[in-house]
């Protein structure tokens, strides 16, 4: 059983910064698909980035991509998602999730394990 705990939500101005994270234990990290994906209020959940487990490949949304970047550093058992110039529209909890040897997919289907979210919201 894989437990993630996301971290690094906060309230931010609209330009600004911030990194979430994601530590996992219970598992192989090694041999996860690890992605976010946020709920913006009143919306469904939707994909906002992934990151391959063997071939280490990325994908965004689009209305991320050339803002946000994730990574994962292995030795610490961690996902990453750096983002950037970010915009009222951001505002959402975002949720971490993982699954067992897939590609990097972007419906929650795909994905076996969640966190419990944490929020970002971006002011004006």
């Known amino acids: 059983q894989v437990q993630l705990v996301e971290s690094g939500g906060g309230l931010v101005q609209a330009g600004d910064s911030l990194r979430l994270s994601c530590a996992a234990s219970g598992g192989t990290f090694s041999t996860y698909t690890m992605a976010w994906f946020r709920r913006a209020p009143g919306k469904e959940r939707e994909f906002v980035s992934g990151?391959?487990?063997?071939?280490?490949?990325?994908e965004y949304a689009d209305s991320v991509k050339g803002r946000f970047a994730i990574s994962r550093d292995y030795s610490k058992n961690t996902l990453y998602l750096q983002m950037n110039s970010l915009k009222p529209e951001d505002t959402a909890v975002y949720y971490c999730?993982?699954?067992?040897?897939?590609?990097?997919?972007?419906?929650?289907?795909?994905?076996?394990?969640w966190g419990q979210g944490t929020q970002v919201t971006v002011s004006p």
């Open positions: 999730a993982a699954a067992a040897k897939i590609p990097v997919l972007r419906t929650t289907q795909s994905y076996t394990y």
């Open positions: 990151i391959g487990w063997r071939s280490g490949r990325t």
